[in-house]
């Protein structure tokens, strides 16, 4: 439940960070700066971490519980779970691109339909481009049955080592100069890390557990906001030229840091009653987080700048954006979601995969 809740903080950041930055922003086309903008990344980084959490500890919980690992069953739920929505989002922006009322490519849908617009430089357009965050979850989905079966009884200890890589990696490639794919690999690790890391809390799900409801969950807590304060004003009020030694400095901080902490303040209420759980229960944050994955879908329709729409339309009312999300969660999502649980069920565990550790 309060997974669910901090999905509504984690869609509310990211729509109002568009809706103020892009829609109505002065400046729409640079980078988005700023408390929104910095809304809207650690919006999306929320969601990583819940991703990573949720998806290692339904396969932790299948091997205990069916004494294996299916892979069939894996893919038949994240298929039907992804797929539907997002096709259906983007046949609906092909529609209204052909009927120009927004200007959308047909290569840049094309793009987003097959998870490659976290590739940098890539023509996705702007109603496709939020797919970026997609990319990297579907590539995550594609790796992760190989990582947690390959590491067997010690995938907890495997998937520590690949988020120790993940953070590694840009610092190793920045001291050896490496340039070309390996400047485009050194900045996937950055979102893979947070999805990584919310897999290494659920792997190493009873030390998380004995931290949170520890006597060092108040210093682990206060370390942890107090870091991301100091981060977001860092951000928002200071201006450090690029490439200065201050600028590197801010980098290597959110590199190492960002993702823990982060991932510390979200999964740690899991198991404790804290001051935020009550708000985090709610109804509205419980609604918001239902409807989250629709809800970031269609936002992307509602708070395009001006100039993305081709002809007036009830695609430049953001509020609508609300409707349209919790439309698609009830015809949409909740049947392939259900859907997908009956059929996996249809599938045997694969005899290939290790069996639960006793």
Not at 18 to 42: F, I, K, S
Not at 99 to 106: E, K, N, S, V, W
Not at 230 to 243: H, I
Not at 253 to 260: A, C, D, E, Q, S
């Amino acid at each position: 439940m309060e997974l669910d809740g901090w999905r509504g903080i984690a869609i509310l950041c990211v729509v109002i960070g568009h809706t103020l930055n892009v829609r109505y922003g002065v400046n729409p086309q640079d980078e988005p700066t700023g408390v929104t903008g910095l809304l809207a990344a650690w919006g999306v980084d929320i969601f990583f971490i819940i991703s990573g959490f949720i998806i290692t500890r339904l396969a932790i919980r299948e091997r205990i519980e069916q004494g294996r690992f299916s892979t069939r069953r894996f893919y038949t739920r994240r298929i039907l779970r992804i797929i539907p929505a997002f096709y259906f989002y983007l046949l609906c922006i092909t529609v209204f691109a052909t009927a120009r009322l927004i200007d959308q490519p047909p290569h840049g849908t094309a793009l987003a339909a097959v998870f490659v617009c976290n590739v940098p430089q890539m023509p996705c357009g702007w109603f496709a481009a939020h797919s970026w965050t997609l990319a990297f979850e579907e590539q995550f989905y594609l790796a992760f049955p190989l990582i947690f079966c390959a590491g067997g009884k010690r995938h907890a200890a495997v998937l520590l080592v690949i988020f120790a890589v993940l953070v590694a990696f840009p610092f190793i490639r920045f001291a050896a100069q490496l340039e070309g794919i390996w400047r485009i690999v050194g900045g996937f690790c950055g979102s893979f890390s947070f999805i990584c890391c919310g897999a290494v809390a659920a792997a190493h799900e009873a030390t998380l557990r004995r931290f949170a409801i520890g006597p060092l969950r108040a210093h682990l807590s206060v370390v942890s906001a107090g870091f991301l304060l100091g981060l977001a004003m860092l951000s928002v009020f200071a201006s450090f030229p690029l490439g200065s030694p201050a600028a590197y400095a801010q980098a290597s901080l959110t590199t190492v840091f960002l993702p823990p902490c982060l991932a510390w303040l979200v999964l740690s209420l899991v198991y404790r009653d804290g001051w935020l759980a009550p708000l985090l229960r709610s109804r509205l944050l419980q609604f918001f987080g239902l409807i989250s994955y629709s809800l970031y879908l269609w936002q992307q329709v509602f708070t395009a700048e001006a100039s993305q729409y081709l002809a007036p339309s009830l695609l430049t009312f953001p509020p609508l954006m609300v409707v349209v999300a919790a439309l698609s969660w009830y015809c949409i999502e909740r049947p392939c979601i259900r859907a997908g649980r009956r059929l996996s069920l249809r599938w045997p565990a694969s005899p290939a995969i290790h069996p639960a550790s006793p």
